[in-house]
């Protein structure tokens, strides 16, 4: 019977079944009710319903049909269920639906689930209860469902369970699609239709709705898949996932090795992405014996890659020049690093500590020092034997300890700890044991190794190892009892003991009831009446003593002075014989008794004592501070001696003093220090509070030092006190230069200012100031300008960033300008910085930013070779007298001059080189970073006092003025065209020293094959005239004299110069302006959409605006209408009820609740990007022109301006906050690649950084606010280290990787999970899952058929978007350490490319923002998107306003785009492709009907009530430029760009009448057509500013002209350049209105001699008055009710103007030039318009 039931089932279940009715509920026989189930008639809904309700819901339902066993049998594709849930109750219901394979699923929905769950036999949806409790009607898709979560076909309903607490209307079945939301009725059959197959629910389950009122006032439908997800989608056609080859990723550690991390496999589960865990390493054919060694340790741990040869020293390319002859070696290191170990040696002559990767012993007495190097990280922890045979040492993430020899300084062996690094070494007091700590974040392991086999080199053996719950501190063994260790975590002790081979612990957490936070621990060394005993110290100035044999807290000692207060931290303590060392956290180092009952010696330090040491004899204390000090207390005599100090930050400057053994540096904390190199000593310290030094030298003679700082300020230094402030400047200084002579000093400025002064004394007397010489930016700094040896010439990089020039130093006459862009084929190279070569070779060396080093010969400026001496990374260059040596990174190269890029030999630093000097005699080199090493340099000297005489005798030879062939000529030199050249910059004595280069302009002449590229510029007084014509020289300021430009008296030939160098051209003084950062460049932009792109404009915001007060103003910022969207990236944040987003230059703040807005202004070009954090609001622009690149900071409460920021030279990309909000990240775009991590307790700069290719994207790590990842050309891991310097890794990608992902292919996002994971998509759709730590990826997969731009994670799920238009929502499951699964949950498509995304913690609610300039609600639950702002995606070309309330745009994208203007919302949208619309007009009389011009010609008009298009006519060939009807509607005028005036009738839409007399001209595009509300009359204006006015009568077809003028204008364009016939497109527009207020009047503004407004009589035809203007008027409206004019200007200005008295206020709202105003009668507003964004203003007068 069943089977012939389905059977029929089409037939009696047509078109829906009636659930209750069917089965009677009410009488209860077919159907089974149970508990408390009543029925009432409901008001709202007017009809009988069920209430359901009881406490448990399995107690009190309604089960359909009566039993279990029988079936209902409905195949209805849709079931609908119409309740209502019973308020803040909890509620079931379950549905048991039958697949075609006989599977019953049930499919449950209730308010009590929290997530979405699927076995294969249920289904449990969660119910979301959002505010007041609705009757609500719940259809779900049936098939869908089970297709999409199970993957099986649905077949019919077998029964129902509705369970407490609902009240429940009906159940309905049906094949057919209804929406409860149409009514039926005329007046709501259409509005709430999105599918056309829908049909309106049967009228006895329909809802009713009151009279005007709409449906969703009273009631919910829910529809599950959403309305804009196809329904019923057959999944078995669902693109599969394919099964994905080994794939391998790996770090770049070293060149003769890598380690490989096998990818995951990926394969297909079902609809899931499973990851399984494989690991295998590669190693290379053939490895040395230390390789091998190393390779076991390497088998198996994949951390790291270690060379443990003792010598790093020893470069990998066997080309180099043997170790035997090296040149350097490493002599003397000035520095700490994180590791607070110290240790005196056994004889208490020598102490050791840690310098970042190297371990130090130095002498007490003369400072000499032994240093083992070889470790790749900072060391963490390190142990001497008690003989100083041995010491042990780890470090930082590595689990390997290595084993030290003193004598020998060799490496002798290598074991490996639990898995993790390790810390507190400590060997046993019978040097046979070692121990260690190795922790994780849960839990630590105490390992004990056998060392006494180390003296003959055996093996070095685990003896035991035991793990704990705490995270360990320190752990020592008892000096006397080898069996017993104590340990101390932050709350714990643990005494341990080695009983059997294996440890037992026992912990103590309470001291006699209390609780304290431990800091250090120590083994009492008198073993007479201390036996056993432990000292643990605390927080709050208290020891405690412990009894180790018992466990038992024996006694609580509180040193503290003042009982009653809580003292200082005690940070260390340690023990001898008769008495035990304290330091605390006020400074004091004191020495108590053994009973802790007197002070025998105090010591009182400057800053808190970190650690303390005590020699055998105890007759020595060491002690070590927080600010890097490490001083030596003499017991016996009591005089301490500091024997260590060292900078706090990075060092950013290095000089040597040419006189004395003395060198000076100046880091980011502030402080300058002189050093004596001879004994480490430091002379002396310089600290400026509230700022940083950024350049110093020393002068020659006197050994005074000038120090730059970063607030503009110079001062002169001399034995540390300061003896002269400079405070001339506004920005930082980064370069000061003082000639070899002493006379005289240059200094440079970040703004390109470059200064002179004259010496006198200490005093500094100014001379010259230049600006816009050098180029800007501080990144150059602390050397931006260099002098050759005989101090004749400087030289520097600018004025633009691509540029060299040389200057004579007595006249600054510019002797030679080098572009050295064409030098690079791929790119476009920037200079990094300039040297001089020896005296007598005349070279000047020229690194670039990409690693290059350019030879340029000073005395014909060509181009003699290029070389990249290292692999990447800007170079640190220097030359010493017979050598060259170049840094870059941890290495150094050093070259002999005449071999430079031939032999070479290359060492190794521990530490950055980022700055390198030699000492006076060449025999040190000195190399900075985080601290100072000091190298003796053993290279020969033979050649250093010949070539001084030599040079002494030949100083005409290198003068670059007059230059002197030192062999006969071999052909006639060759003339090289230049320009003439007005000023070399020579400044005369006349009393303005102050040159501005700003207004001149590159323009390189072009150069013949046959000629030489580079020309200096020689003497005016050398007789050599230039062949320029003098008619075309700019005029400059009239104190400078001209120079003449000549050749070089003698000629190279080009085929002696290198084949494969690209010479660039010459450069002349005409051309010393910075670039413009918005120019183009040769560098080509990333493809990528998720880079930012901003068009360039021609406009700038007005130097001079007469701004209104408040109480005074006649109009008033209302409405911005839109979000930045093609030109915006991640531009929206979300953050309460509050929507923050930019349009423009403005960052519009809305209450999602009232729709109000506030406006932040204070950016003066777009706003690109915003990012958020607890406290601030940052926001981001780019430079153009003359206007620098912005970051402003808000705070967040008050929407106040914290501070601007200002750093990045063109755009912004990406802005992000760290984890924890204390730093800002700032990410410049493809012209510049570099990071900025911006300090936002002092909003100054903690470090910068170039990154390797663009970037696209950055993502903080949310846990580590020093960590964050970049993405673009690459993928780089940061982390901005202890010493305040950032330092990256590059995940390379091998073969097999980019053949699964694609060569070309870019990183387009990232985000960071809570875990420490980072989620990276491509520009290919590719989503990858990385471990930063390792730099290994896990997982990829593709997700999208594009672009990825925004990903959002949380909650276990990740949210993807991009170019594709679609949001997908992932489910990521790890649960399972050795498997990943990814499920794809769900999808909702937007209207365009998705380029914002915000999202909740829950990953169920966000914000989106696309390319369209929309911005919408998602919610993920509902699967719902909601358009909150909508705007336009390009340039808005006009405003029509009707009569009513409403207004339509037109845009460049072919939209019109219909508003109304209370609330402003758009209501409509046509869209035509291939054609902008570019004007539009309402009809007069008819305001349902809108005209639209397009660019092919064509009009169109649409029927707003229709919402159809009703006509279409093409009358022009051009594009449609002015469209205008009559005041009576009967005609439409419209215009085109090439003149032609056509006349339509707006009944037949046929053309009645063409105007060709504006044809003729040349630019004669139609840019005006009114009709006068006062007479007959209508003018046309055309671009080339000729009026011609009509008079007409459309009943008899009179059509006739009346006057035509012609407005003169000068000849050329406002920025004084020539017009020619491509040039009149930057004019201002002709603009022409008939006066609303007075008859016969017109009003005109144009190009012309004056900027004025013309007020024109028709009758008397002439000029009756004139309104003058101070800008250039692009758009016009007049405000009749109020008496004003509207002006929109070319320089961002809205200008509203008197009728009457021409008095005028400026307003500033736009980014560019105001192309569009319109009054709006009906609700006396006025709407402002410049390029896509929209603003409505409040007319106040």
């Known amino acids: 019977r069943i089977q012939i039931l389905f059977e029929m089932a089409d037939f009696w279940q047509t078109p829906y079944v009636n659930v209750f009715k069917h089965y009677g509920v009410g009488q209860w026989k077919k159907c089974h009710k149970e508990g408390d189930v009543v029925s009432y008639m409901d008001r709202v809904i007017k009809s009988p319903a069920y209430r359901i309700s009881g406490i448990v819901p399995a107690n009190n339902f309604m089960a359909i049909p009566k039993h279990s066993s029988q079936s209902a049998g409905l195949v209805g594709k849709y079931l609908y269920i119409l309740f209502k849930p019973l308020p803040s109750q909890f509620f079931t219901i379950h549905l048991e639906v039958v697949s075609s394979c006989g599977v019953t699923i049930r499919v449950s929905i209730s308010n009590l689930y929290k997530i979405f769950k699927a076995t294969a036999t249920w289904l449990q949806f969660p119910y979301l209860i959002d505010g007041e409790s609705k009757w609500t009607v719940l259809m779900f898709d049936l098939p869908y469902v089970l297709q999409k979560y199970l993957n099986r076909d649905f077949s019919h309903v077998k029964s129902f369970k509705l369970g407490a607490n609902i009240e429940v209307k009906n159940i309905l079945s049906s094949s057919k699609l209804y929406n409860p939301r149409i009514l039926g009725t005329e007046n709501n059959k259409l509005e709430f239709v999105t599918n056309p197959s829908e049909l309106p629910l049967p009228r006895e389950m329909r809802y009713p709705v009151p009279k005007n009122h709409q449906w969703p006032e009273f009631y919910s439908f829910i529809r599950f898949p959403a309305a804009n997800e196809n329904i019923s989608v057959n999944f078995n056609n669902e693109l599969p996932l394919k099964t994905l080859n080994f794939n391998n990723c790996f770090s770049q550690q070293s060149k003769n090795k890598r380690v490989y991390n096998e990818l995951p496999i990926v394969s297909k589960s079902g609809s899931s992405i499973s990851l399984r865990n494989s690991r295998r390493v590669q190693t290379q054919s053939e490895k040395t014996a230390s390789q091998k060694i190393e390779e076991d340790f390497l088998n198996m741990s994949l951390i790291e890659n270690v060379n443990i040869s003792p010598l790093n020293k020893k470069p990998p390319n066997p080309t180099v020049i043997p170790s035997s002859e090296c040149f350097c070696n490493l002599s003397r290191v000035i520095g700490l690093g994180p590791c607070k170990e110290l240790r005196f040696s056994n004889n208490g002559h020598y102490f050791y500590f840690a310098a970042g990767p190297l371990i130090i012993q130095q002498c007490v007495e003369t400072a000499e020092q032994t240093i083992y190097e070889g470790h790749t990280d900072m060391v963490t922890s390190f142990s001497v034997n008690i003989v100083d045979q041995f010491i042990a040492s780890s470090q930082q993430n590595s689990p390997l300890i290595r084993f030290w020899n003193v004598s020998t300084r060799e490496c002798i062996g290598i074991v490996k700890s639990s898995g993790y690094p390790c810390k507190s070494l400590h060997f046993a007091s019978s040097d046979n044991f070692l121990l260690g700590i190795a922790s994780t974040k849960q839990k630590s392991t105490l390992l004990i190794w056998d060392t006494q086999f180390l003296k003959l080199k055996g093996d070095i053996k685990v003896l035991c190892e035991d793990q704990t719950d705490d995270i360990l501190q320190k752990a020592l063994f008892c000096p006397y009892n080898n069996t017993r260790i104590a340990s101390i975590s932050s709350k714990k002790v643990h005494i341990w003991r080695i009983r059997n081979g294996k440890l037992k612990t026992c912990s103590i957490s309470r001291f006699d009831g209390m609780e304290f936070n431990l800091k250090d621990v120590c083994w009492s060394m008198n073993n007479d009446e201390l036996l056993n005993t432990v000292f643990v110290s605390t927080s709050t100035s208290t020891l405690i003593q412990i009894d180790a044999s018992k466990a038992k807290t024996t006694r609580i000692i509180n040193l503290n002075s003042s009982p009653d207060a809580e003292g200082p931290s005690i940070n260390s303590i340690i023990s001898h014989d008769a008495f035990f060392v304290v330091a605390s956290t006020d400074g004091t180092m004191k020495v108590w008794d053994l009973k802790f009952e007197e002070v025998i010696l105090n010591a009182e330090h400057e800053s808190s004592v970190e650690k303390v040491a005590v020699s055998n004899d105890g007759l020595r204390l060491l002690a070590l501070t927080d600010t890097g000090s490490i001083g030596v207390l003499d017991a016996t005599t009591r005089v301490y001696k500091t024997v260590h100090r060292n900078h706090l930050k990075r060092i950013t400057g290095v000089a040597v003093d040419p006189q004395n053994e003395q060198l000076a540096t100046i880091s980011l904390d502030g402080t300058l220090r002189v050093w004596d190199m001879a004994t480490l000593d430091q002379v002396y310290e310089v600290f400026s509070p509230g700022e940083h030094p950024t350049s110093l030298s020393y002068h020659p003679l006197r050994g005074y030092i000038y120090v730059g700082y970063s607030k503009g300020m110079v ?124 005296l007598k070779s005349r070279d000047v060396f020229i690194t670039t930013q990409s690693g290059k080093v350019l030879t340029v010969d000073s005395r014909t400026g060509t181009i003699t070779s290029v070389r990249q001496p290292h692999p990447a990374g800007q170079i640190q260059l220097v030359v010493g007298d017979n050598y060259i040596v170049t840094a870059s990174r941890n290495r150094f190269n050093v070259w002999e001059y005449g071999e430079f890029g031939g032999q070479v030999q290359q060492y190794v630093t521990s530490d950055p080189a980022l700055h390198i000097a030699f000492t006076p005699h060449y025999n040190r080199l000195v190399t900075c970073g985080n601290f100072i090493s000091i190298w003796n340099f053993f290279g020969p000297m033979s050649m250093n006092n010949q070539s001084k005489n030599e040079n002494k005798t030949n100083d005409n030879e290198i003068i670059l003025c007059n230059l002197e062939s030192d062999s006969p000529k071999s052909s006639p030199p060759i003339p090289t065209t230049l320009d003439h050249v007005e000023s070399d910059l020579r400044l005369d004595n006349s009393d303005d020293k102050t040159l501005d280069l700003s207004s001149l302009t590159l323009d390189p002449p072009p150069i013949p094959t046959h000629q030489l590229p580079i020309t200096p510029v020689l003497d005016a007084t050398s007789g050599v005239s230039s062949p320029t014509n003098e008619d075309n020289i700019p005029e400059i300021a009239q104190d400078i004299p001209a120079a003449v430009a000549s050749d070089t008296e003698e000629d190279i030939p080009v085929a002696l110069l290198p084949q494969n160098i690209k010479h660039p051209f010459k450069i002349s003084p005409e051309s010393l302006s910075p670039k413009s950062p918005s120019a183009k460049t040769s560098k080509d932009a990333p493809l990528c959409l998720r880079h930012i792109s901003v068009d360039v404009t021609n406009s700038t915001l007005a130097a001079k605006r007469y701004m209104a007060t408040a109480d005074s103003c006649g109009i008033e910022f209302d409405t911005f209408i839109g979000c930045e969207g093609q030109e915006g990236r991640r531009n929206v944040i979300w953050r309460d009820t509050y929507l923050y987003f930019t349009l423009g230059n403005v960052i519009v703040v809305e209450d999602l609740k009232t729709s109000k807005q506030v406006h932040l202004i204070e950016h003066t070009e777009k706003v690109t990007g915003l990012a958020a954090s607890q406290k601030y609001l940052a926001s981001c622009s780019g430079s153009h022109k003359l206007n620098p690149s912005q970051i402003c900071l808000w705070d967040l409460d008050t929407l106040d301006i914290v501070k601007t920021l200002s750093y990045h030279e063109y755009q912004v990309e990406t802005l992000q906050f760290s984890g924890n909000g204390s730093y800002l990240l700032s990410v410049g775009n493809f012209q510049e690649n570099v990071v900025v991590l911006w300090d936002l307790d002092n909003f100054e700069i903690c470090s910068a950084a170039s990154t390797e290719g663009h970037v696209n994207d950055a993502s903080c790590d949310t846990e580590n606010a020093r960590e964050f990842v970049t993405v673009g050309k690459n993928i780089q891991f940061w982390v901005y280290d202890h010493t305040d310097e950032l330092y990256s890794i590059t995940a390379v990608m ?278 006068s509300s006062l007479t007959a009359h209508w003018l046309a204006a055309s671009k080339d500013r000729r009026l011609s006015i009509w008079k007409s009568n459309w009943i008899t077809d009179e059509c006739k002209i009346i006057d035509w003028l012609s407005f003169p204008a000068p000849a050329f364009s406002p920025d004084g350049t020539k017009l020619n016939s491509t040039s009149f497109n930057v004019l201002p527009p002709s603009i022409a209105r008939f006066s609303p207020l007075e008859h016969n009047i017109l009003i005109y503004t144009g190009y012309g001699v004056y900027q004025e407004i013309i007020f024109y009589d028709i009758k008397q035809k002439n000029a009756v008055r004139k309104i003058d203007l101070v800008h250039w008027a692009t758009s016009l409206d007049i405000i009749p009710n109020s008496n004003l004019i509207v002006l929109g200007t070319n320089d961002r200005l809205v200008k509203v103007i008197d009728y009457v008295s021409g008095t005028f206020q400026d307003y500033v709202a736009h980014h560019d030039s105001v192309t569009t105003v319109r009054y709006c009668e009906q609700q006396n507003t006025l709407l402002t318009v410049a390029g896509n964004s929209l603003v409505r203003w409040n007319i106040k007068i």
């Open 1294 to 1571: 091998p073969p097999q990787f980019t053949r699964s992902i694609g060569k070309d292919v870019e990183f387009t996002a990232v985000t960071h999970t809570k875990s420490g994971h980072v989620y990276i998509a491509t520009s290919n759709g590719y989503i990858t899952l990385w471990d930063p730590r390792a730099t290994t990826c896990l997982l990829h997969w593709s997700g999208h058929s594009h672009e990825i731009d925004v990903m959002c994670h949380g909650n276990g799920a990740l949210v993807t978007a991009g170019v594709s238009k679609n949001l997908k929502l992932w489910k990521v499951d790890n649960a399972n350490e050795n498997e990943i699964r990814v499920n794809l949950e769900d999808e909702i498509e937007l209207d365009g490319a998705i380029i914002s995304l915000i999202m909740d913690d829950a990953l169920k609610l966000g914000i989106a923002g696309t390319t369209h300039g929309t911005i919408w609600y998602i919610n993920w639950d509902e699967k719902t998107s909601i358009r909150l702002v909508s705007g336009h995606p390009d340039t808005v070309n006009d405003v029509a306003v009707g009569n009513k309330d409403s207004f339509a745009t037109a845009c460049e994208d072919g939209g019109l785009r219909v508003w109304t203007i209370e609330p402003l919302e758009q209501c409509l949208q046509f869209s035509v492709l291939n054609a902008a619309c570019t004007r539009a007009a309402f009809t007069p009389h008819h305001t349902t009907n809108v005209a639209a011009g397009y660019s092919d010609g064509s009009i169109r008009i649409f029927d707003l009530k229709e919402v159809a298009m009703i006509s279409k006519m093409v009358p022009h060939k051009a594009g449609v430029s002015q469209l205008s009807y009559s005041n009576s509607g009967e005609v439409l005028i419209t215009g085109d760009t090439s003149g032609i005036i056509s006349v339509i009738n707006s009944a037949t839409s046929l053309v009645v009448r063409i105007i060709t007399d504006h044809r003729n001209a040349n630019n004669a595009e139609i840019t005006s057509l009114d009709f």
């Open 715 to 838: 001062r002169v230094v001399e034995d540390g006190e300061i003896k002269q402030d400079v405070a001339d400047f506004t920005s930082p200084i980064t370069g000061i230069c003082v000639l070899p002579n002493g006379e005289t000093i240059f200094v440079s400025d970040a703004l390109g200012s470059l200064h002179t002064y004259r010496v006198n004394n200490s005093e500094l007397a100014p001379d010259h100031q230049i600006k816009h010489m050098v180029a800007k930016g501080g990144h150059r700094a602390p050397s931006a300008i260099k002098s050759s040896n005989d101090g004749k010439v400087v030289a520097f990089v600018g004025p633009t960033e691509h540029c060299v020039t040389i200057l004579d130093s007595s006249t600054l006459k510019c002797l030679i300008k080098l572009d050295v862009t064409s030098t690079v084929a791929d790119c476009l190279d920037t200079v990094h910085s300039v040297s001089f070569g020896t």
